[in-house]
């Protein structure tokens, strides 16, 4: 009779960490938002407009939960610490998608027209938005890098 033994540890494939994984949704979610204002924000229709910001605040969402994944998962000190800067700026341009999408439905919604734009509340948190939507992108770009590095780091030392 044969027996049938376990494969050992060191023979079964390494699956990626918690961390790599929202690493990678991270880098998705980078990319998605990079282009999502240059895909909707140029069309003439009026409903472009109000889907931008329906889209973008799951992203957001999104963000904040995969920095506080890759924050729990994380040794470094410095990433920790960058994925909680990142994470204010995720939640500046939640804030100002919440508000510009409030001021769109105000205005009609998806035949909202171009006089939205011209709305000082819509301003006001569009003034709140870009910037924040600048700093997460450059935030998250940066924190990508860092996340290479100090991996990089940690494999040579092994």
């Known amino acids: 009779?044969?027996?049938?033994?376990?494969?050992?540890?060191?023979?079964?494939?390494?699956?990626?960490?918690a961390g790599a994984l929202c690493t990678v949704w991270l880098a998705a979610l980078l990319l998605t938002s990079l282009a999502l204002p240059f895909v909707f924000l140029p069309m003439e229709a009026h409903w472009a407009h109000m889907v931008f910001h329906l889209i973008g605040i799951p992203l957001c969402l999104a963000g904040v939960v995969l920095l506080a994944r890759i924050r729990h998962s994380s040794a470094s000190r410095t990433i920790r610490v960058m994925t909680w800067i990142d994470t204010?700026?995720?939640?500046?341009?939640?804030?100002?998608?919440?508000?510009?999408?409030?001021?769109?439905?105000?205005?009609?919604g998806a035949h909202a027209d171009e006089e939205v734009f011209d709305n000082p509340v819509h301003?006001?948190?569009a003034a709140l938005a870009v910037p924040s939507?600048?700093?997460?992108?450059?935030?998250?770009?940066?924190?990508?890098?860092?996340?290479?590095?100090?991996?990089?780091?940690?494999?040579?030392?092994?």
């Open 1 to 17: 009779m044969t027996s049938v033994q376990a494969p050992t540890t060191s023979s079964l494939p390494s699956t990626p960490s």
């Open 88 to 108: 204010a700026f995720f939640i500046g341009w939640l804030i100002g998608h919440l508000g510009e999408l409030m001021v769109v439905l105000g205005h009609g």
């Open 123 to 125: 301003s006001s948190f």
């Open 133 to 158: 939507w600048m700093l997460a992108v450059v935030g998250s770009m940066m924190l990508l890098v860092t996340i290479g590095i100090v991996s990089l780091r940690h494999r040579r030392h092994r």
